[in-house]
């Protein structure tokens, strides 16, 4: 579903990305670990078409794009990747139904009423088809992320990324949202996934993967990852965030 080979990635001088291999199948779920400033949201950002990549392969369900031919396939790509973040970036203008509806009305060119059938459906998928004619402000933090799943969801993507869906949120609206992603790990939904939430990470990861300073450096199942860590540096990180 998902091939990365050889992604090198910067920023001017700063070097982010620095030859990242990675394959994703279809139906497995992906956690991704690292400290800050690892890289790991700048990777989802070039899977998805949002940054730039200077140099590698990206390879979706069959599309390919690389650092020579920047645009080649770029619709295509985005298409096929959902793509969840921190804050949300929900439009503060447009109700909740509207939020969902929009990108199936813009991109997918469906006329009103199909596309607002199929953000109803997702609405009731994740728990919130009361709030259709709400607007982003009078929703909670845990509400707002659940629309954004929902979003994501509505253009029926291949793969499913979600940069830190949890680490906006008050702890108590945390487990409706890991709620939201555990229905969609068992529904099959490809999913690679950035989270500290290690308890949830544990129970949907299929596979996890380490990355520091723009390097993986450790890929394994994930029993063996937290049991048996084969890597120095993937036990300290460990041990930190288990011990918090």
């Given at each position: 579903?998902?091939?990365?080979?050889?992604?090198?990635?910067?920023?001017?001088?700063?070097?982010?990305?620095?030859?990242?291999?990675?394959?994703?199948?279809?139906?497995?779920?992906?956690?991704?670990?690292?400290?800050?400033?690892?890289?790991?949201?700048?990777?989802?950002?070039?899977?998805?078409?949002?940054?730039?990549?200077?140099?590698?392969?990206?390879?979706?369900?069959?599309?390919?794009?690389?650092?020579?031919?920047?645009?080649?396939?770029?619709?295509q790509?985005?298409?096929?990747?959902?793509?969840?973040?921190?804050?949300?970036?929900?439009?503060?203008?447009?109700s909740?139904?509207?939020?969902?509806?929009?990108?199936?009305?813009?991109?997918?060119?469906?006329?009103?009423?199909?596309?607002?059938?199929?953000?109803?459906k997702?609405?009731?998928r994740?728990?919130?088809?009361?709030k259709?004619?709400?607007?982003?402000?009078?929703?909670?933090?845990?509400?707002?992320?659940?629309?954004?799943?929902?979003?994501?969801?509505?253009?029926?993507?291949?793969?499913?990324?979600?940069?830190?869906?949890?680490?906006?949120?008050d702890?108590?609206?945390?487990?409706?949202?890991?709620?939201?992603?555990?229905?969609?790990?068992?529904?099959?939904?490809?999913?690679?996934?950035?989270?500290?939430?290690?308890?949830?990470?544990?129970?949907?990861?299929?596979?996890?993967?380490?990355?520091?300073?723009?390097?993986?450096i450790?890929?394994?199942?994930?029993?063996?990852?937290?049991?048996?860590?084969?890597?120095?540096?993937?036990?300290?990180?460990?041990?930190?965030v288990l011990?918090?």
């Amino acid at each position: 579903m998902l091939k990365v080979q050889g992604l090198y990635k910067s920023y001017g001088k700063l070097s982010v990305l620095k030859g990242i291999n990675l394959e994703v199948e279809a139906g497995e779920v992906i956690v991704i670990l690292g400290p800050s400033g690892s890289g790991k949201s700048t990777l989802l950002k070039c899977i998805n078409g949002l940054e730039p990549i200077d140099n590698g392969t990206i390879e979706v369900d069959g599309i390919r794009v690389d650092g020579k031919n920047r645009k080649q396939n770029l619709f295509q790509i985005r298409q096929r990747v959902g793509m969840v973040f921190q804050h949300f970036n929900l439009f503060p203008h447009l109700s909740v139904l509207d939020n969902i509806a929009i990108c199936l009305k813009v991109v997918k060119k469906e006329n009103a009423k199909e596309a607002e059938f199929f953000a109803r459906k997702l609405l009731k998928r994740v728990g919130l088809e009361e709030k259709s004619e709400s607007f982003p402000e009078k929703l909670s933090g845990g509400q707002k992320q659940r629309v954004a799943i929902a979003r994501a969801m509505a253009m029926k993507p291949k793969i499913l990324m979600l940069d830190e869906p949890t680490s906006a949120l008050d702890p108590e609206m945390i487990s409706e949202v890991l709620e939201v992603m555990r229905d969609l790990a068992k529904e099959g939904i490809t999913m690679v996934c950035i989270t500290h939430e290690m308890g949830f990470a544990k129970e949907i990861a299929d596979k996890m993967i380490f990355i520091d300073n723009g390097v993986i450096i450790e890929e394994n199942s994930t029993e063996e990852f937290f049991q048996n860590p084969k890597e120095e540096r993937t036990r300290l990180f460990l041990s930190k965030v288990l011990n918090k």
